[in-house]
């Protein structure tokens, strides 16, 4: 008989509160075997705890260990295709594991256009939609300074996850071989160390390393966080010192120019960054080895 490895209900009531914006994959087990059946879901929501299935133009793949497509789907406005389900924050996909070895599930998130305005010193810019739909005479800025600009002018929001699901004779160093995701978190370090001390990253853009960027380690069920930036070969180690589930983020990374929009208050000379915004999640788990027999 086969296993569904599904506990969706469990994994969103028991994360705790945090900050940042995020999309991520989190399989509910970290370990399969062959003939079972097993799920990938991805949420969105601040740091490490789901709020919700995200907005936008998504897709889910999971690689076989032979690398053939092992399941793929796609959610473009919250319009799912026959692959995909929705359980509560999550969607997901399923598939058969046919193979023993190492499995690899990705994801890619285009959330469109976004604009942010910084309106007061002291407050968080505000998100509105794309540039180009906003009518600025006609948006009420009686509360705005008179020095308001727009801080961010983004064309997309391109946000890139990953994740492994072990099963049998898993070739734990092709881990650490890229996916080929246009901005994408390497594990360097076998996987299975994660929580005990020191792991090394490193992050690419275009295939290629990339220095200065921020990276941060967010424990699941907590509020700790552990930070760092990629050095000139774009690698950076962090200082994991517990088991569970971990998410490493890389970015933002912004690929774009600083230019002078017409719309801001009349005091303000500052200039605004027009490109995409990218980021990558990469979720770690303590359980990729295989339980004892009981």
Partial sequence: MK?????????????????????WLMPP??????????????????????EGAPPGEITIEVVSPSGAVAASGTIIDE?????TKKNGPYYYIEFDVDETGLYVAKSEH???????????FGTEPEEMEAYADIDWDSIDKSGWESDWYITDAYVDVVKFAKTFLVVENSDFESASQPLGQKMEIIP???IT???????????????????GIDVTAMKAYCDQEITGMTDDEGKVTLNLPEKGDWLIKAGPYKDGS??????????????SFVGTCYNHVLTLRSDHEQPEAS
């Fill in 3 to 23: 296993r569904i490895a599904i506990c969706l209900v469990f994994l969103a009531l028991c994360f705790s509160a945090a900050e940042a914006h995020d999309t």
């Fill in 29 to 50: 087990i970290g370990w399969m075997s062959e003939g079972d059946t097993s799920i990938v879901p991805l949420t969105e929501g601040h740091h490490a705890v789901p």
């Fill in 79 to 83: 319009v799912l295709d026959e692959d």
């Fill in 110 to 120: 285009h959330e469109g256009a976004l604009t942010f305005v910084h309106t007061s």
């Fill in 188 to 190: 360097l370090d076998n």
């Fill in 193 to 211: 160390t994660v929580g005990t001390g020191d792991f090394r990253f490193q992050v690419l853009f275009d295939g290629e390393p990339r220095p």
């Fill in 258 to 271: 600083s230019k002078a929009l017409p719309d801001h208050g009349p005091d303000s000379s500052e200039k």
